[in-house]
């Protein structure tokens, strides 16, 4: 199947690989142990793991976009406080 | 009753997943790879990193058109909200008037976007418009096309004339929803008409408005066909909103790069606000 016409590079294919691959690590906990594990965190609300992901990677694109306006496109730092922050959003939210 | 947890019955949701796959998540990837490539045509692209993205949030034109975009979205919330509440509130609860305000109501509804665009065109005009020309007979210079002010009262009035009808049409529903008990309770406790509002209507309404709140901020942070078909973003850039900037940027100016980028920037902006919209509303009601 030829996919040269979605003008593919390698940054944007281990971009997408990680998010495949995160999506994949949720099936694989969510087969572990069904549920979804959900809870009330520190902003009073209701969520699953995959809230948690979704709130995470939303944040983090937010960090990246904050980052590259204020900071610069030297995104090193940004990529680390997004880990902090998803960290953070797993562990308490 | 304990549930019962059945992974195979995801399965089940893998037909609609392919659909989104191929309407939705392929072509936004497509966007993401454009968004870090420069392309000169004939599929020929290079890798630029984020350097789009790094122009766009320090473009004076994007933040214009954002400006623009968040000013029109809360006009028009501002004024449709409460006047649907109001026209809702003033509409017969029984008898044959329903129907016939319940359809008059949702007529607007029925116009495709751009036959509004090219009607409000026409309607006000100030040589041959009904509307542009009886402003003008008042002693008001009017001119959409060549007045931003103008042009704006123009938009502002023609989405607040298409879209009230969906508030009002909402709100009635959380009205009608009402029992009877609630009116005649009030009565006996010889409570004010605003009263009524602001401790048993409003509160019931809550649900339905939320929604309203929500389609209305999706719909107007997203419109583009009936300012483009009205004013086409001018005079100048005047109502140049977010969208009609964009496909300025990709199809006018073929700038495949900053429109991705912009495109990425905007649906994060949109994502952002459903999600935040859906979280208060399935929180309304856990409460």
Redesign the interface.
Known sequence: MDL??????W??AV??GVILAMLLGMTAW??AS??GNPRRGVLG??TTRGDRL?ISL?GS??IH?AW??LVG?D?GWALALSIAYAVGVFRFV | MTKTWNNRAWFMVLPVLLLVAFNAVIPLMTVVNYSVQETFGNNLFFFEGVKWYQEVLASERFHAALLRQFFFTAVILLIEIPLGVAVALSMPRSGPWVSVCLVLMALPLLVPWNVVGAMWNIFALPDIGLLGYGINALGIDYNFTRQPVAAWFTVILMDVWHWTSLVVLLAYAGLSSIPDAYYQAAQIDSASRWAVFRYIQLPKMKRVLTIAILLRFMDSFMVYTEPFVLTGGGPGNATTFLSIDLVKAALGEFNLGIAAAMSIIYFLMTLLVSWLFYTLMTRGEEQ
């Open positions: 040269s016409w979605m003008a593919w590079t940054q944007t971009f997408f969510e087969w069904p549920g609300l209701d979704f939303l694109a937010y976009l590259l306006g496109p995104l």
